[in-house]
């Protein structure tokens, strides 16, 4: 029979809705129910792409006598945690400062009042590795809460308390300068792998933010090692086993340092960002890889992840069922040279496996291979391997897919819609664009209410009930500003204005500028989340930064633009010290130090020849965080465009930095120059 979670929203709720624990969603009832019968809440937060979810799922949640003790002795609540952002951070908080690490599944076991008193991640079904089973583990808390009553409580009283005060080192509120971003570079430089791209050891994540800070960077001072730290890790992961050579995008992270065996699951937010990066680097570069990864990522996007509203799904699985019937991560992904040898015949199968690195032995698990394109000297056929791809992704198709989890997250919405609005704009994709304006029209259809606050999630066109998070405004309000820029419509700079303005009033502390991650008037938990670091995507406090800065740069609004410069007090405190963690920070300290430039692009009609070759140049300009305003010396609908004629009745740009602006001009070349393009 169903738990209550069969009316959730959230598709990874609804895969534990037929489990024989009687899971609550999280709401009030669970803790007064849990007060009523006197016992503790065991809270499980996980997502739907998360491999260890599912492991723990089947072995404990689907296991009817493990259910039975749960029901028996605890309140059980589960979380998405892509639904519930602020309860996973409250609470991975605790479990990171008790045990000094974290991950999902989480596993949290707290007193009626939300008090945390024990934690822990994946439990095994039996013991092993020096870790308690789950009904060892269980047993262990019932005894103590019936019989320690006392010392249980106090110590959640106390990490309840440890939690609460703990202030944020917020700096000054001072927009980091040439020094701070100085010294961030030669962090990151210092922790750059220069053999294989990228940063750190294993497992190795995609960089996102830090490289847009590098090719800002690099923009903005004409460093060249810092172009070149973001180029080589760009192209060892374009031909490492972390993206996808069939069918483009990413994968969440690799687990070794040389990008080769990933950790399959495909996040909406990941290759959002990564399209944008690469986009920015073919900007800057020129580079045909950078190109060709920036439109396949973005072909996935759409192929694969749009959903019939015209919204993104969240993610991928990394599991899926190998052919046999069992869930296998990686199945999808995976070729043996058997394999090749099936699907191309002797000869082909022979090239496809030199050319994608496949090997009798394997680089993954049973002798299977992740297809890479490793470096080599020698030359291919580019017809005959464009063949053998098609033949190989028919084929993979053919196989059973991974399962999608469909519900809508704003914020990583807002992502892919500046990805895709600008991806189509720098390679003469309408379609591309076209599939931003719907992402962005379903957002305000639907996630948007008369007041412009934002819901967090949507499914199959039904919004969710939990409220938009900090970084649900902010990504939102910066895929709105690259929709106005990119279509010169100005309405999507007024549903920015809407955002960012509850920014301001609901996300922001009077006293000290510094942001929360949830809104004044939020369900209050124990304690009021708040992290200007950067995880998997940019940090809500930094993206809310560089959306106010772009919406000040637009409209001249000092209000808006004395916000972010004292939200960015927080990156000059922590910029150089761990510059791997506030990444997109620093790259809005980049436009801020640029000015940023504010380009006005007047013509006679947006289709107008001459004006769309201005258009164009304007958008392909490197220049840090820079603005783009386009339309009609008569249109109201940007402040930019307000007292711009044109030069002897020619279409003209006009761009100003820092209260000064320079001669206008209808000649795209000394646009090119002026936007340091």
């Not at 005894?143 to 700096?171: M, N």
């Not at 830090?210 to 192209?235: I, N, P, S, W």
């Not at 499914?459 to 690259?482: I, M, P, R, S, T």
């Amino acid at each position: 029979m169903p738990n209550r979670l069969a009316q959730a929203t959230s598709p990874y709720l609804l895969q534990h809705a037929d489990n024989p624990v009687d899971w609550w969603p999280w709401e009030q009832g669970a803790f007064e129910e849990a007060r009523r019968r006197d016992v503790p809440v065991f809270l499980s937060v996980g997502y739907s792409a998360c491999h260890w979810c599912h492991v723990m799922a089947h072995e404990s949640f689907e296991d009817q006598a493990t259910a039975d003790y749960l029901n028996e002795h605890f309140v059980s609540v589960k979380v998405d945690r892509e639904e519930r952002p602020d309860v996973d951070a409250v609470y991975m908080e605790a479990v990171q400062a008790a045990t000094g690490q974290g991950g999902w599944p989480m596993s949290v076991f707290m007193t009626p009042d939300g008090e945390p008193f024990y934690f822990g991640t994946y439990f095994p079904p039996e013991p092993r590795h020096g870790m308690p089973s789950f009904r060892q583990l269980l047993q262990g808390v019932h005894q103590a809460w019936t019989e320690r009553r006392d010392e249980v409580t106090d110590v959640a009283g106390k990490i309840a308390r440890d939690l609460a005060e703990r202030e944020l080192s917020y700096g000054d509120d001072r927009v980091p300068g040439e020094q701070e971003l100085a010294q961030a570079l030669l962090g990151l430089t210092r922790e750059y792998d220069p053999q294989r791209g990228g940063f750190g050891g294993a497992p190795k994540f995609p960089p996102s933010m830090v490289l847009e800070f590098l090719l800002r960077h690099h923009a903005r001072t004409g460093a060249e090692g810092a172009l070149q730290m973001a180029a080589d890790t760009c192209e060892r992961m374009a031909r490492g086993g972390i993206y996808d050579q069939l069918g483009g995008g990413f994968a969440r992270y690799s687990v070794d340092r040389d990008w080769v065996v990933p950790h399959f699951e495909k996040m909406l937010y990941d290759n959002a960002l990564l399209c944008r990066v690469y986009a920015h680097l073919w900007r800057a570069t020129g580079s045909e890889l950078a190109r060709r990864v920036a439109l396949e990522t973005a072909d996935f996007m759409v192929r694969e992840l749009r959903t019939p509203e015209g919204g993104f799904a969240s993610a991928l699985d990394a599991d899926s069922d190998d052919g046999t019937g069992r869930h296998v991560e990686g199945a999808y992904y995976v070729w043996t040279p058997a394999q090749l040898r099936e699907v191309l015949g002797e000869d082909d199968a022979e090239l496809a496996a030199r050319y994608f690195g496949v090997t009798e032995e394997g680089t993954f698990e049973e002798g299977a291979s992740v297809l890479q394109l490793p470096q080599r000297n020698d030359v291919f056929d580019a017809e005959r391997i464009d063949g053998i791809r098609e033949r190989l992704l028919a084929a993979r198709a053919a196989r059973p897919a991974p399962g999608r989890d469909d519900k809508v997250v704003a914020a990583w919405n807002g992502l892919a819609i500046a990805a895709l609005a600008e991806t189509g704009a720098y390679f003469g994709r309408p379609d591309l664009t076209e599939a931003a304006v719907a992402a962005g029209d379903l957002l305000v259809r639907l996630h948007l209410d008369e007041k412009a606050r934002i819901a967090r999630t949507s499914k199959d066109g039904h919004v969710g009930a939990n409220a938009g998070v900090l970084e649900d405004y902010a990504d939102v309000a910066e895929g709105f500003l690259a929709l106005a820029s990119v279509t010169g419509d100005g309405a999507w700079l007024k549903f920015a204005g809407l955002l960012v303005d509850h920014i301001l009033e609901r996300f922001t502390d009077e006293a000290s500028g510094a942001l929360y991650d949830t809104a004044s008037d939020a369900e209050r938990l124990i304690r009021r989340p708040q992290d200007p670091t950067d995880n998997a995507a940019p940090s809500g406090w930094t993206a809310a930064a560089g959306a106010l800065l772009s919406y000040a740069a637009h409209t001249g609004s000092e209000r808006h633009r004395t916000a972010a410069e004292r939200a960015l007090g927080v990156v000059k405190a922590l910029g150089p010290r761990v510059p791997r963690f506030i990444g997109w920070g620093l790259a809005v300290a980049e436009a801020a130090l640029d000015g940023p430039r504010e380009v006005a692009v007047v013509g006679p009609a947006l289709d107008d020849p001459a004006t769309t070759a201005l258009h164009r140049t304007a958008l392909l300009g490197t220049a840090p965080g820079a603005v783009i305003a386009v339309g009609t010396p008569e249109s109201d609908e940007f402040p930019l465009l307000a007292d711009r004629p044109l030069v002897g009745g020619e279409p003209a740009a006009y761009v100003c930095r820092n209260f000064t602006c320079d001669a206008p001009t209808t000649d795209p070349d000394r646009l090119r120059t002026a936007l340091g393009s």
